[in-house]
């Protein structure tokens, strides 16, 4: 009887164990297969380092970049999140990011405005120099609402030599609150 108990319980480690591996693999091959299908495509091989500030608290995080469809045509984004602790029930992040119609606009348009309805650009007739930026997070006074650009967003957007410069831009919830960013983002 005891041994069986003990064959049980080896059985039971093992399987556990097994399927903990088996779900990274079964989560990545999701990502993969919606990429495949025309998701968006994160492109993180080049690990680079961003900071920004939110009313003028500074962080460091890694960034990212994402496209949205064809590579040429389709809109770009950059993205740095910085998370702070591992504990879920305590846990606090912010994820600033920053979407061009294009990567090539991006990089060479020198007339660049922040979008003023919402963080999505227009899919149809994309006007060009035109930037969506939002700032999202959980903890350090974000609450659960989203701030993106609107009409009444004042600061500045540059992109040199492959990093945005972002100084002193305001952002709104939809109720109004704002957060004033200045970042810089090599991607």
Known sequence: MKYNLILVAVIGSITLISC???SDKKAAGVLADKTADGGPTVNSEDAKTGTFSIDGKEVSAGVTTQYFGDKEKGNFSVLCQHNEGSDPAGANFELLQVTFINEKDATTNPALKIYSNGSSL????????????SLTGVGNG????EFTGSEKSTGTITVKNRTIEIKDLSLFTSEGEKKVITASLPF
């Open 142 to 145: 974000l609450g659960s609402d």
């Open 122 to 133: 227009p899919m149809t007739e994309p006007e060009p120099g035109i930037v969506a930026v």
């Open 20 to 22: 903990a591996g088996n």
